[in-house]
């Protein structure tokens, strides 16, 4: 079993459409959590990190369950330029962070 | 303020040959990371060091890849000898345990073993 799960997509929305983005993880050592974006033929950058009382940046929001190990990602009024891939990732405490990411989720928002 | 920085950009190598990718982690980060991405396996993670000492290295494939961290500011990933199927994006991050503990990437080495 992969260390962290998520729905590979992908997802084709149109413009203004809300959409949520699921992953779960396997190590209950997990202390910190993530969502990066990673656009084709560039570099993982992060979107924003995930707290367990829910953060909200935006028309982006993030919620942790840490009983059920489980992430999400809303984002409201999407925008053309929120096509991008969409990485959920886990700091694992080994000492220092051991830094896993999930697979992504494609996202495609069309006009 | 720099960056993560990794040369080269693009590397093409015929196999059999070493290879040997370079990183320069942000200042003052004490984590690193070598990650592996392709487009059937995602990104992977490889190896990581924490404070220039290799904490996991279960990700490495085989005995072929190699990585060093002789310093805080210089890692290494080395492939000898290369194989088309080692052909990928390989990307390097760094991290501070102290404070913000989220990844900041490098742009990457696109390795293309014929």
């Known amino acids: 079993r992969k260390e962290v799960e998520q729905d590979p997509g992908p997802f084709n929305v149109p413009e203004g459409a809300t959409v949520a983005f699921n992953c779960t993880y396997s190590?209950?050592?997990?202390?910190?959590f993530f969502w990066y974006r990673q656009d084709c033929r560039k570099e993982p950058k992060l979107l924003m990190s995930?707290?367990?009382s829910g953060n909200e940046d935006g028309r982006f929001t993030a919620q942790l369950n840490r009983a059920s190990q489980y992430i999400s990602l809303l984002i409201r009024d999407s925008k053309l330029s929120d096509s991008a891939t969409y990485l959920c990732?886990?700091?694992?405490?080994?000492?220092?962070?051991?830094?896993?990411f999930g697979a992504g989720t494609r996202l495609f928002v069309k006009a | 303020d720099a960056g993560v920085i990794q040369s080269p950009r693009h590397e093409v190598t015929e196999m059999g040959q070493e290879v040997t990718l370079r990183c320069k982690p942000i200042?003052?980060?004490?984590?690193l990371f070598w990650y592996r991405q392709t487009m059937m396996r995602g990104l992977e993670l490889l190896i990581y060091?924490?404070?220039?000492?290799?904490?996991?290295d279960s990700g490495m494939p085989e005995d072929r890849f190699s990585a060093k961290m002789p310093n805080a500011s210089f890692s290494t990933l080395k492939i000898q000898p290369s194989e088309p199927r080692d052909s990928a994006v390989y990307f390097c991050?760094?991290?501070?345990?102290?404070?913000?503990?989220?990844?900041?990437f490098g742009q990457g080495t696109r390795l293309t073993v014929v």
């Open positions: 991050a760094s991290s501070s345990s102290q404070g913000p503990t989220e990844a900041f």
């Open positions: 190590n209950s050592a997990s202390q910190s």
């Open positions: 995930v707290y367990s």
């Open positions: 990732v886990v700091n694992i405490d080994t000492g220092g962070f051991k830094t896993i």
């Open positions: 200042s003052g980060h004490n984590s």
């Open positions: 060091f924490n404070n220039n000492v290799p904490i996991d």
